[in-house]
Every structure is written in C-alpha cells, then in structure tokens.
C-alpha cells in the first residue's frame, strides 16, 4: 500500500485541504475523444484528425457504430505514407483539405486536429490552417488545435478546441450593454431549458460554442462569463485575455449546484434571488422529488474516483451533499483551485483529494478501501469488476446530458444502475 498524505479536519470544506499529487502512468482517453461531443455541437464544423490509424480507430470506436451518410470526422493518416519530407506532408495534407471541402459545402468551419506520431508533431499544423483559411476564405475558416495523449486527457480536447476558437471570437462594441457568456458544450435539451430560465430571468445569453459556425457570440469587457464544464482552464484564460470576465460559481450539477449556478449570473446581473426562486421552483420541485427516490439507493454508500474527466470533484458535491454517499478518494487529472473554490469549500473537510495519476498507487488504495462504487476509465473497469468491486465509466458521465435541475435525477441514477446490476447479479 503508498502512503497516503493525511487530510487536516478543517471547517468549510476541502478549500485549503493539502493534495496527494501524483505523477505516474496514465490510464486515461486522449484529447481526441472531444470531437465525438463537439461535432454533434457545432453542426456545420469538421473535425480532421491528422494522425494514424490509431487515431481513426479511437475516435470510430469511442462514436460507437454511428453511419452518416455526411460524417462531420474523419481522420487523414499521415504516418504511414511514403513522404520524402515536411513539404510532402503539407501538400498531402492541402491535398486532402482541398478534397474534403470540394466534396462538402456545407462544412463552414473546418479543425486540424493534432495527434501523437512523430510526423504529425513535426507538422506545423497552426501554419496550415492559416494557409488553408486563407485559400477557402471567406467560405470556410480552418482552425487547428492539439487533440495528442500527451498533452491532453479526454476532456482537455474541449479545452483545447473551445481556447483554438476564442481568438475568432467577434468583438463587441466598447459600450454595449453586459451579457452573459455559458461557456462548455452542453447537450442541446440541457442549453434550451437554461436558455429558457435566463430568458425568463431577463439575463440576455449566448453560449459557446454556438450550434452553428457563423453564430460565435461576441466577446468584451460587457462579457460575464459561466463556466458550465470545469475542465475549461485555457478557454477560461483565452476568454479573459478578451476582456471577459468569469462569474465564480459551483458547476449546474444537482438541484444544489445548478441553483447556486444561476445565482451567480443574478447576483451579476441584479435579479433578485425571489425571482430566481419563483422561476425555477417547479423544477425545482421536481427534482427534488425525483432525487428522493434515488437518495434511498446510494445514501451511505461508499465511492471512489479515479482521475479521468476533471468532473469528479463537482460530482462527488453533489453525491455527497444531495444524496447522502461517502467519499472515499477523490481523485481528478487537475485540480483548478480557482475554478473549483466554490465546489472544494462545499466538499466534506476530511475528503481525500488526489491529483493527477499513479495508477498502481490508486489501484492499491482502492482495492484497500473496498468502495461500493468505481467510478474509473474503461481500461480498470472490467478488471476491477472481475474483483468484486462496482465500477461506472466516467466516459458516460460526458456523454450524458446531466446538467440543470430536470437530469438531476438522470445523473443520480447513472450511480444507482451499477449498484442495481451487481445486487441482480448477486441474488
Ligand atoms: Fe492518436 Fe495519440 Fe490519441 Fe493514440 S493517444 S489515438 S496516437 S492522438
């Protein structure tokens, strides 16, 4: 067993708590795992992996068995070819681009997407986009970001997707009025209903990204921001560098997280807290409902988090404060102390907090432990279940929409199905 630093008991949540931080092997998703959220988003965008076969059987399998007869990925392989240099590989590269948008006019805006091979990171991918938006301009605009497992984790794609598109991101006017900025792909049910309780609060809204290209939201110093994912770090920076500003609040998870969410904008923009009550208590109530039914589920039941989406420390907020679960570790590929503030103070003073990955280490402690519940990545899920412990995919915690007050009990009950199914298995 490693040794495990040990938590100061401390009021007001984990805000200050010290980290375990590890650096070790990795057993998680690469970057390019984004594009199977972010191409459903944006609907007139293509994604081109520039990679290897790799690389088009990750993205193929993660998509599941989806046939489009207009798929909006697809992957140019570039280490396999018989390339004599760099000049080969952009004009290979022109050359596929050129073919691609020929093909598809419907494409409006087109990412590069950087992977792992050597020959791709010799690429100068930002150069080739420049090249190619100014040859397919004003039609199309080309833009390039790094989806390779060694800069990002699945989730840091987003990341790196949303910071490549802030730079084309619209001024707007030095004196218009403020509005609000969501900032995180979020599925199109969960962005109508937030849509419709902004508009019913009098909060003017965008969201980025948009659903279509040519709708990116204006940014400035008129630009208050809501974070709705919390893996957005260089976005955030990207957005601020433009004159943004971030509204801290915890994540839209749970009836809790998702009230002091929309808190936060009216606070920002003088609604008062009776109406935000009144606009959102039938949801509310709803929720709550619904909730109770799944709190008699997990209430007591222990869970343990590898680090995988960057997700795990608003979840284990609200599993533990909504409905009632022990935290046994709660471990994330990055903790953002500023982005997270709210959502530490809220966590319970004595939660282990883990930092990046050791998996030997992890996988020691968890099985010492003996959690209820995983949640960990596909690759220690089916040995760990061969163990007799219970394991949740984090990946279907980003694939589901589980954001604002009506998935609430959606979310919840993403917990209680593997809790339901290994009892099943064991009656
Ligand atoms: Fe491609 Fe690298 Fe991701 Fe593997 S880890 S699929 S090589 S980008």
Redesign the pocket.
Known sequence: MSPVIPIRAEAGGCADAPVLRERGQREV????TGIIWLHRKIQDAFFL?V??R??A??IQSAAGVMIFAEPRFATAIIDERDLAGLADANTELDRVVTRLLERRPDIKMLFLVG???SEVIKLDLSRAAQRLSQRFNPGVRVLNYS????ETTFTQGEDACLGSLVPVLPASPADAAPELMVVGTLADVVEDQFARLFSQLGIPTRFFPPRQADALPPIGENTRYLLAQPFLGDTARALESRGATRLPAPFPLGVEGTMAWFAAACDAFGVSRERLEEVTRSARERAGAALARQRVQLEGKRIFFFPDSQLEVPLARFLSREMGMGLVEVATPYLHRQHLAEELAMLPADTRLAEGQHVENQLDRCRAAQPDLVVCGLGLANPLEAEGLTTKWAIELVFTPIQGFDQAADLAELFTRPLTRRLKLAA
């Open positions: 998703f690469c970057g390019l992996v990679g290897s790799t690389c059987h990750l992977s792992c091979p989806g390779s497992g060694i």
